[in-house]
């Protein structure tokens, strides 16, 4: 398949008979409906001025449709093909799952080995983590990339894969018992790659070439471990550029870890790992069960993440579903199992909504068997929402604020937790809502809206949350919290600064190495030994510690996200660290 000029339409498709039956229409039209179908979906991509996608959809292992919108080199006006090379980001932690359970098979690790057994070089906080809780998210292990911007590498600097393992040595603590919730971790996937390394002998990257991709006839697939290396077919990574004039800038990066990303490969390329999935002896009897099968909690309930692999379900059929984003590149891989279908969507723009795309592909070909979509504009209704359920909520395990309040638009209420908005629908008790193509619940707790309320989605733990009433410190105890204050598992200080508020009154902003984060204040937690104001930051919260007098913070804890409970202590006056 080649790219596209001025002469003929900017992609090319292919619609094989074999996809005749998925859209019901007649075989005179469909390709040409199905054409038509796909521009518009990409319309906003099909340019020769911006970076693009490449979109491959397969019935039983065969391409119903492949093509490319946009370009995949704006220096030199090069155009993407299905056969341009992308970086993966996450959907490539599949592969290194898949990796693991090769190494199993072959007798050089097991997925129930205690982690030290393969990295005694690790503090003892690894002592209960073993294998699969790396390969399910269940270890605790704080996000590298988060501890890495946290320590003060900024998010174009280069550090290499011995500075990341001096990292996570440097850390005292897990987020969480291992076993007892799932929190997405580059850390766990990256120390799966290092994991191949140290029980094989091999790269990561030889071991895949060796293991899964030469047996699958993937010949143009590998992990990049040298950023240095040049990439026959690459398409470069874009963001788009801020201020006047816009455009697209180079969004790409040095770092060579490989394992929760660092896959390249190309929409055709991916046919044939789908292939694998349809062939269940591809890598012996057992290997597809083991690598799709649910994690578990150690309470033994099942999970919705199996090895790498999101489990769901959209619009009344079953999905496995990944998507990956880093620098310029935004990934997705969509699977209907029931009926043998798969999308992948790669595209080399940080703005592209690979997810969005992915699923409006798949609409075209599985819509006539697909559940009625919900209807667009639709929003519950208010008087239909039970009692008291506007406010504020605090989960203290994982330093979160979520909020229900009046949706801004519609009617209704959302739920803002993390950084996103869901608009909720009363059901029972409580509401439902989706994320990520889940329902979730939002149920109040055993007294009511007044004390709490609960999240609850199936696979994933219940997370808690106490009502807690918005209040900020006077404006002396604003004044009080100021300071330099110096954390041990980062080895860096940071400074707390008075700055005027909006009003005029005292405020506070986080001085990092890097940037300052302004401090907005939530709430005053009551029930410590002492008053303990909470603040926003711009990637989670920040809960300040009291002295014994509860006059000044004696310290502060910051969680990050995918990385949480990071202690900072007051440095004396003069002390910069």
Known sequence: MTGFDRSTPRATGILLAIGLGLTGLPSAGAQEATQAAMDRIFAAWDRTDSPGCAVSALAAGEPVFRGAYGMANLEHGIPLTPDSIFRMASVSKQFTAAAVLRAEDLGLLSVDDPLRLHFPDLPAWADPVRVHHLIHHTSGIRDYLVVMELAGHGEDDHYSDADVM??????????????????????????LGRLIHRASGKTLREFADEQLFAPLGMANSFFLDDAREPVPGRAAGYRPRQGEGGGYEIDQTSLEMVGDGGLFTSANELQRWERMFLDAAAFGPDFLARLTEPGRFSDGSAQDYAGSLAL???????????????????????????????????????????????????????????????AAGTGPDRSAAPPGARGLYWDGASGAVA???????????????????????????????????????????PNGFD????????????????????????????????????????????????VSGSDGAPALALVTPTEEHPLTPVFVD????????????????????????????????????????????????????
């Open 451 to 498: 004390a709490g309320l609960t999240v609850r989605r199936a696979g994933q733990r219940d997370v808690p949350y106490r009502r807690v009433e918005p209040g900020s410190p006077s404006p002396k105890e604003v004044m009080d919290l100021a300071g330099r204050f110096f954390c041990r598992e980062l080895d860096v200080s940071w400074e707390v600064r008075t």
């Open 312 to 374: 769901g379900s959209h619009r009344g059929l079953l999905t496995v579903a990944h998507g990956g984003g880093f620098v310029g590149y935004r990934t997705y891989m969509l699977r209907f199992p029931e009926r043998d279908f798969a999308v992948f969507v790669l595209c080399n723009a940080a703005s592209a909504e690979a997810g969005r795309l992915a699923t409006e592909v798949a609409g075209h070909f599985l819509g006539n068997v697909m559940a009625e979509a919900p």
């Open 403 to 445: 909020t229900i309040r009046d949706a801004e638009a519609g009617g209704g209420l959302v739920l803002l937790a993390g950084g996103q908005s869901a608009r909720l629908r009363p059901e029972g008790e409580g509401f439902v809502t989706v994320r990520g193509g889940a329902r979730v619940h939002v149920l109040p707790a």
């Open 526 to 577: 009551v029930e410590g030994e002492a008053p303990a104001p909470v603040y926003r930051w711009a990637w989670g919260a920040v809960r300040f510690l009291p002295d014994q007098e509860g006059s000044r913070a004696r310290g502060f804890e910051l969680s990050a996200g995918r990385a949480r409970g990071f202690e900072f202590r007051r440095l004396p006056p003069n002390r910069r660290n």
């Open 166 to 191: 001096a990292a996570l040595g440097r850390l005292e603590r897990l987020n969480f018992a291992p076993g007892t919730e799932y929190l997405y971790s580059n850390s766990g996937y990256w120390l």
